[in-house]
DNA sequence: GATGAATGAGCATTCATTCAT
DNA sequence: CATGAATGAATGCTCATTCAT
């Protein structure tokens, strides 16, 4: 016979316990980003939220919980960012209001994405979701490209996942420089989104269509 | 109470101690490769080279120093890489011949690129060395892009600071997630080379240059 | 990064807390009092109080603070006692009674002066305040000598200071060679405390003053 | 049937191993009284030999081996110190030289009476010894007073191995923390030696008597 | 004799997690 | 619900000592 599984139920039955739970995620949050997953203590998370250590597992079955929900969080978010659709009439205008908006989520969510990466280098539960939300831009890009391409409007000698991946890549790295690692940087988002945009524009659709393109 | 002397000398006497010392390091790498910086123990590290837990002491001071040194050799290839001259009378030649090197190059470090990437996270010491190798690279193309636009060859309406950064970004990003993530991927080195080259020609050089261009 | 907050309360928060808090410091002072502070285990401090050892470092930051707090503890009785008045009217009946009371007080510290002087040897910081204090002690004796020689009751021919360090440190390692080394004695604090301050009576008060001495 | 045990001679051979040997103890010596016994390695000791480590244990058994043979050294040299006659006809003038000599003996020995006091807080072996050889020198400063209670010259109500063990540690003591505390010090030799010698002469012996004591 | 490489036991300290109140 | 006390496994590092050359 199995040993019953003593599951502690650790769902708050109570507005405060929700209060709790929820301060604790936010101290997590804030901990985790600020001194790095690895490096934080459950007792830097409690002290953050200003509570004895031992209520941390009332909420949480431990440590990588927390990590985890705040990690689908953005993962979920991620996802429907992905998911977001282009406007296939115009996909350069896509481009650049899509950019405009990652960078910007990107920013909002930097502490989430440090964690992640840090995380992700670590545990292939993780790094597998990471990875996979990824895939779907970059598909969803090559998608796009590949229509372009049937359009007539997309550069004829590009492979359009190679490209997608490349593309996808370069802005998402830039966003990681510029707001994980706080690279000194002197442009703001709608200009470092135009330079993006004209990348795309001409080093992967025609060059006839780059006339409506959004450079100045 | 005087300190003891603390001045011990690490540095092996005999060939043995050499042979030993690389086994070690050696080992290392490859531990940290394996499990990440962190989570390898010393004695993962010595016992990967079969030897007994006290004799790394004899050759690094500890944990770190062997990381540093390992990290200390694969910044000082990849700045000389980052020095390596471009053809000024042909550009994209030597961004197809560059990026095709760098690709390799990447791959035969991929391990230390991903302690590299681990480490950074935390260590400033780290991140401030792997971030101004970086940067230096990105000078570099953005001189390149600066010249091709005096030269007539350059997009006019294009930041080349940024692009360079962008540009440079995007190659780093796609080895990353090809030799350090293991992206499964059909392609070969060549051909991401060259996907790459067309994105710099069209993206970043005039058009009428790319006639000369390198795709196929 | 950001180090981890490293401020860490060590103050007990609950009754019980209290307790165990002072329960260590007291299996500490026998175990340091037993094995001498540097073979000392921490292990053997907790398991002195029945305790887990990792407890030790919820109250102490190290071996070193226990020692620290119990040599304090020592120090402030010991200048205490040096700050304790003569009367200036019966110099040798403060003799005696001083010297009574300073040996009582050695013998119920034997312990910590066994562990001060261990540490003494080594600590600077110890040694110092250990140093300090008495001196303190010689100071004053000093002076009361001093105070004699005005008065016509001292010796002429003496260096108040050089006999001051002479005849205090007389019972000092006399204390030290009886309570801490053990040195087997027939004789009783009284009969040591008498002999001492014949000593000190005929060997730094004159002769004539001697009628009042305190032998029998 | 008893395993044969494989006892190494360690006695030098040639006359190389005697300089040798002789160079490793001098070193210790050095070592030892620089940053004590316990915290000295065995390296520190070969190193300030300018020798390899490993020869250290062609000379002695371990590291207690070299402590031990310094420390035989002193407590010879202390033994018979203590044997040395004194006058009887002129005991204060023999007291005076043998405190000279004292102070000069402990000053030109502070290192190894420092190693000696250290060492003997935990060894017990060491201890017992060192003790015994003070006990010899209180024993015969007894002796000595009590012929003086006996040819009438010496404090009739003064007991005589009391005053001894008083009288012997105090001037012990005064040279321990000059010489090893190194404290601080106008005075010289000859000056501590003659306050001694009248704190003897008044205190231990008649009054009458000091009319040929030494002080000035 | 001499060198320096190699061994491995020993100990302080950290911190996630559980428990008593 | 909440507190903070208690547990104990885990691991980096030191250094006396032995060994191969």
Chains 1, 2, 3, 4 share one sequence.
Request: net charge neutral; aromatic share 12%; hydrophobic share 40%.
């Amino acid at each position: 016979m199995v040993a019953p599984e003593v599951t502690t139920d650790l769902t708050p039955k109570t507005a405060k316990g929700n209060r709790t739970r929820a301060l604790l995620k936010a101290s997590a949050r804030e901990v985790f980003g600020r001194q790095g997953f690895k490096s934080a203590r459950v007792s830097d998370i409690t002290a953050g939220a200003s509570m004895s250590s031992g209520i941390f597992y009332r909420y949480y079955a431990d440590k990588d919980a927390v990590r985890d929900e705040l990690l689908s969080d953005l993962l979920k978010d991620v996802v429907a960012f992905a998911r977001d659709s282009w406007d296939p009439n115009d996909p350069l205008r896509s481009v650049l209001r899509t950019t405009e908006k990652y960078f910007t989520f990107y920013r909002d969510n930097r502490d989430l994405y440090k964690i992640m990466i840090e995380v992700a280098q670590h545990e292939d539960q993780v790094r597998v979701k990471w990875v996979a939300a990824r895939e779907e831009f970059y598909r969803r890009i090559g998608r796009m490209l590949r229509r372009a391409q049937d359009q007539g409007v997309g550069r004829r000698d590009m492979d359009p996942d190679l490209a997608a991946a490349l593309l996808g890549g370069m802005t998402e790295y830039y966003a990681y420089m510029w707001f994980v690692e706080e690279r000194s940087s002197e442009v703001d988002i709608p200009t470092v989104a135009r330079e993006v945009t004209n990348l795309w524009a001409y080093g992967a659709f025609s060059s006839d269509t780059s006339s409506g393109g959004p450079h100045e």
